[in-house]
């Protein structure tokens, strides 16, 4: 990175991509207008908030937030607040938090040098194409390419504020992305992993009509074939487009990284029609079970939310059945948090706290004692592990292609290799192992 004179901070909240964006964010500022990161917000020449919008606590945190930097920044220093939070409240940030310069939405990433420059500015066009923009090259992982393959959503999921906040689903051209993935291969990635809110929708459209139809699985085939990719991972799916031929794929292709994000969202057929899911428990199960079936050891993740307006306890038994029957490796659970300009805020019988707090800790009760028999069962397997990471006690930390965190003892010379090790002492959250030479 080149070193500028001007510092910017930098403060990324929310999902992978919003991670990406604070990443496009740095590489235009410190490849076109002289900025160096620092991690030190009072030494900060820019202070930028990357907000999501996704649940009302971020959101009522960000002005907490934007009063604490005001005590500490330097007196010329200027606040900006990007993502989506910013997507959906606009000028009335600049409004409610007067030391607020720029407020550009999530859809915007690409103004950021424009956002700068200007005395209050605001732009949070959801319309905004920016899928066939080339970024510039920033990555905080040396081994890991986040890489973007859509924008926005088009799915309209009565709980989600993101298609409010990013827009409506454009992919972005196949040539753009295997670019990307040769250039990051070339600077030493050795694994590629795909963004979008909905991937596997992809090519559901592209704003160059001239681009030959192709799917999530035609896009897969191709970054596998590019050499000196080494893994490829994907986030998120959406299991109403889990066909057998995604599946197949999924299961043959050596690169593909056996970890599947699934979000359930809902156990309850009923429920997941009110959330507009497109699937039914049944279709769920079907295509858990049949991955299952066909890799042996995947690694299956879920979103969870409980209490959905209109939740019954017969509701909820099925969401737990559903989590009982997947036995999900990985589960982040949520209540439902009512969101602006969603249909599933105005619905009648929204639950009451208690009894929502109580769901939400019945499930997690029952998912860790689910994966606490998961990691016991790990002892004695042997996984391959990209190393990214040192650890305290000359210990050294990555993921196994199948997304357990795993940790060994080994020095500098591992990272960013990938290498066998045989799990010794599995943990709830950690697998320790040893380095099979
Ligand atoms: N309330 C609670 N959780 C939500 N999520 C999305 N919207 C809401 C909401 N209104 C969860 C979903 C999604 C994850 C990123 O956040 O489970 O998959
Ligand atoms: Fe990501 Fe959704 Fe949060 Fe936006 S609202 S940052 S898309 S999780």
Redesign the pocket.
């Known amino acids: 990175m080149q070193n500028g004179n001007k510092k910017l901070y930098i403060e990324t909240l929310g999902?992978a991509m919003n991670v990406r964006d604070s990443e496009h964010i740095i590489a235009e500022l410190t490849q076109k207008e002289n900025f160096e990161i620092t991690d030190e917000a009072d030494k900060a020449d820019l202070i930028l908030i990357n907000t999501c919008s996704?649940?009302?606590k971020p959101v009522h945190k960000l002005f907490s937030e934007i009063g604490a930097f005001n005590k500490i920044k330097k007196e010329d220093a200027k606040i900006g607040v990007c993502g989506c939070t910013a997507s959906h409240l606009g000028a009335e940030i600049l409004k409610k938090a007067p030391s607020v310069s720029f407020v550009l939405g999530a859809r915007n990433v690409s103004k950021i040098t424009k956002a700068i420059k200007e005395e209050k500015f605001v732009d949070v066009d959801i319309n905004y194409d920016e899928s066939e923009y080339a970024f510039g090259e920033f990555r905080s992982s040396k081994y890991k390419a986040y890489i973007n393959i859509s924008i926005g959503c088009d799915k309209k999921?009565t709980?989600?504020?993101?298609p409010h906040t990013r827009g409506e689903e454009i992919s972005i051209p196949p040539s753009i992305i295997i670019n990307e993935v040769k250039r990051a291969v070339s600077n030493g990635v050795k694994e590629i992993f795909l963004l979008g809110q909905n991937v596997n929708n992809y090519g559901a459209r592209f704003s160059d009509k001239t681009i030959k139809k192709m799917d999530f699985s035609d896009l897969l085939e191709m970054v596998s074939e590019v050499e000196g990719v080494e893994r490829i991972r994907f986030t998120?799916p959406h299991p109403l487009y889990m066909d057998d031929k995604f599946l197949k794929l999924f299961a043959t292709n050596p690169k593909i990284c056996k970890s599947m994000h699934m979000?359930l969202?809902s156990g309850s057929s009923e429920v997941l029609k009110r959330m507009k899911r497109g699937y039914t428990k049944e279709w769920f199960l079907d295509r858990a079970l049949k991955l299952r079936e066909m890799v042996k050891d995947v690694h299956i993740s879920t979103?969870?939310?409980v209490a959905?307006p209109g939740e019954s306890d017969k509701d909820f038994e099925d969401t737990l059945d559903v989590v009982k029957k997947v036995r999900f490796e990985q589960m982040?659970?949520?209540?439902?948090?009512?969101?602006p300009l969603?249909k599933?805020?105005e619905f009648k019988e929204q639950i009451p706290n208690d009894i929502a707090s109580k769901r939400l800790k019945t499930l997690q009760d029952l998912h860790t004692s689910i994966i606490d028999e998961i990691s016991l069962k790990q002892k004695g397997k042997t996984f391959s592990v990209l190393f990214e990471e040192l650890k305290s006690g000359g210990m050294i930390a990555g993921r196994s292609d199948n997304n357990f965190m795993i940790q060994a003892k080994g020095s500098e010379e591992y990272l960013g290799k990938i290498v066998d090790v045989f799990i010794t002492n599995p943990k709830r959250m950690v697998l320790y192992g040893e380095i099979v030479e």
């Open positions: 999902c996704v649940r009302e999921c709980y989600c504020i993101v998120s979000p969202q979103d969870v939310i959905f982040f659970s949520f209540k439902y948090s009512p969101r969603t599933a805020a």
